[in-house]
C-alpha cells in the first residue's frame, strides 16, 4: 500500500494480525474516541462542560474538563492517536520491519511519515479497518451497533428532519433542535484518563487478566496469538463456563 511517498504493508486479515497489535490499535483509537487531539475536539470538551454545568452535572464537568487539559496537552505536544493508530497495523515500512511497538517508536514512526497527507490517512485507514471488521462480525458476530449508538444516531436523524422541513417549509424548529444538540453534547458520561478509573489502565489490565485465563486454562501464550485465534481461545473459554455451570 502506499501512503503518501512511502510504501507500507499493511496487516489486514485476523488470520494474520497479531492480537498484541490490535490491542494498541484499538487502545489508540479509545484515546482519540476519548480526548482527541485538535481544536476541533477541544471544542467539543468545552461544549460538553457548558451542558453539563447548565444540567448541574458538575461531576461529569469536571470530567470533561480533565480530558479537555489532555487533549491541549496533545494539542501542544502533536499527539494525534487517530493517525497514530494505524501505525501498530504497519508491518513494514519503507521496506523496514516494524517490530517496536513502544509509545517512543510509533511517535517515531509517525513524525518519519510526517509529509502523509490525512486524507491518505483516513482512506488507509478506512479500508483496512473495514476489512478487519468485517472478518471479526463474519467469524465471531462481534461489531454491530450498541443500544447506545442506534440512540445517538436516532437522535441525529431527529434533527436532520428538523432542519430539512426548515428548508422546505420554512418551519422554524429551533428550540427543538438546541434540546437535541444539548443531548447529544451530553451523551454518554465523559471517559476517565486519571484515577483509579483510569481507562487506559482498565484497558491493558482487562487484557492481561484475558491472557492469563488463555494461559490457565488452555495452556496457551495469547499474546503470541493472531486476533481470529485469541477471540477463538476467547470463545472456547466461554463455551467451557457454560459446560461447567450445565454441570452443576
Not at 37 to 61: C, M, P, Q, W
Not at 74 to 88: A, D, E, K, W
Not at 113 to 122: G, R, S
Not at 167 to 180: C, L, Q, S, T, Y
Request: include cysteine; charged fraction near 30%.
Amino acid at each position: 500500500m502506499n501512503l503518501g511517498t512511502h510504501k507500507v504493508v499493511m496487516y489486514d486479515s485476523i488470520e494474520e494480525l497479531p492480537i498484541v497489535r490490535f490491542q494498541k490499535y484499538n487502545k489508540m483509537l479509545m484515546l482519540d474516541a476519548g480526548l482527541g487531539s485538535d481544536v476541533t475536539a477541544l471544542d467539543g470538551h468545552l461544549a460538553r462542560v457548558s451542558e453539563y454545568i447548565k444540567a448541574g452535572d458538575l461531576t461529569n464537568a469536571a470530567g470533561e474538563i480533565d480530558n479537555l487539559r489532555q487533549t491541549l496537552f496533545n494539542v501542544q505536544n502533536g499527539l494525534t492517536p487517530h493517525f497514530m493508530s494505524l501505525i501498530p497495523l504497519m508491518a513494514e515500512v519503507d521496506g523496514e520491519p516494524l517490530t517496536d511497538l513502544s509509545d517512543e517508536n510509533i511517535q517515531a514512526v509517525y513524525d518519519r511519515l510526517k509529509d502523509v497527507t490525512m486524507k491518505a490517512y483516513e482512506g488507509a485507514a478506512s479500508e483496512v479497518k473495514k476489512k478487519i471488521e468485517d472478518e471479526i462480525e463474519k467469524y465471531f458476530h462481534q461489531g454491530g451497533p450498541s443500544s447506545e449508538s442506534k440512540e445517538y444516531y436516532e437522535l441525529v436523524r431527529r434533527k436532520a428532519l428538523l432542519q430539512l422541513e426548515f428548508v422546505e417549509k420554512g418551519i422554524d424548529h429551533d428550540e427543538e433542535i438546541r434540546e437535541i444538540d444539548g443531548q447529544l453534547v451530553r451523551f454518554g458520561k465523559p471517559m476517565v484518563f486519571s484515577g483509579d478509573k483510569n481507562r487506559e489502565i482498565l484497558y491493558d489490565k482487562n487484557f492481561i487478566g484475558c491472557c492469563i485465563a488463555i494461559a490457565q486454562n488452555l495452556n496457551m501464550d495469547a499474546k503470541q496469538m493472531t486476533v481470529m485465534e485469541y477471540y477463538r481461545a476467547l470463545e472456547v473459554l466461554e463455551e467451557q463456563q457454560k459446560e461447567l455451570k450445565r454441570k452443576k
